[in-house]
């Protein structure tokens, strides 16, 4: 019984934290006005997070791409990615950390 009740326990607190780790990416999309360009499912000046991460989604190569994106603009990353629409470089806005930046691409990736 007590096993049982360890592995809920368990399984409760992964929920927790992955469900707070989805939370800190929403919550950085919008502290950092991605939303002025992007929106969870529709495109509009670019793609939806949804197309993002539907392109994406397979690629080994994802996650490290989408923060090189995030951080430093789609022509870092090998882009522009959508058409002639470039996401503006490190220099045209705020700085963003790796670690954000991977919260923010864990969190699209979700769509």
Avoid: N
Wanted: net charge positive; glycine share 8%.
């Amino acid at each position: 019984m007590k096993i049982l009740t360890l592995a809920a326990v368990a399984a409760l607190s992964a929920f927790g934290l992955q469900a707070h780790a989805g939370a800190a990416g929403d919550k950085l999309v919008q502290k950092y006005l991605c939303m002025g360009c992007h929106a969870v499912d529709k495109a509009s000046i670019g793609p939806s997070f949804q197309q993002i991460a539907a392109q994406w989604r397979d690629k080994p190569d994802a996650e490290k791409t989408l923060i090189t994106t995030v951080r430093q603009g789609s022509m870092a990353a090998g882009g522009p990615h959508w058409g002639q629409v470039k996401m503006p470089d490190d220099s045209e806005r705020a700085q963003i950390s790796e670690r954000e930046a991977r919260r923010m691409v864990r969190w699209i990736m979700k769509q």
